[in-house]
């Protein structure tokens, strides 16, 4: 092993957990602080319910846990709600959203793209994902019937 890829090494942050948990924390700070702008602005009629939701949707999508959901993300989130789509759709997707030109969805465009008065595929298609899903089974045995709960 050469001099140059051990000082690469020895460079490297080792405490991959610790590093993590610390971003995770960030992110949740960051994502209150963007709900509580979302909850005081006017032009958006949202709830504190919606917006849990649709942080909990963030976080599903955003597999890694870095705040941005890629093009790789989104390709698995389309994939599990059964409308999988090629590269060029996933990047066009992303392009609608994606105001800061990062290439990446970060969660206050993920809002913008939610609440906004502007329809993008993706929207639709998480919208629509609810409508799609059947209500749980019941568990358990069933219930007690008598001859006069017959019809």
Do not use: W
């Amino acid at each position: 092993i050469n001099a140059e890829y051990m000082g690469i090494l020895s460079n490297m942050n080792h405490q991959g957990g610790r590093a993590f948990g610390e971003r995770k924390a960030k992110f949740a700070e960051d994502c209150c602080r963007i709900n509580q702008q979302f909850l005081d602005d006017p032009a958006y009629d949202v709830t504190v319910q919606q917006l849990q939701q649709f942080q909990t949707k963030f976080d599903e999508m955003d597999e890694d846990g870095s705040g941005d959901i890629d093009i790789m993300e989104l390709g698995r989130a389309m994939e599990k709600l059964g409308k999988p789509k090629n590269q060029l759709e996933l990047r066009r997707m992303i392009q609608e959203v994606d105001l800061d030109s990062s290439g990446t969805i970060n969660y206050y465009e993920f809002l913008i793209m939610m609440l906004g008065k502007q329809s993008s595929v993706l929207r639709l298609i998480l919208m629509f994902e609810g409508m799609n899903q059947r209500p749980p089974a019941p568990t358990g045995p069933p219930a007690k019937r008598s001859l006069a709960d017959l019809p």
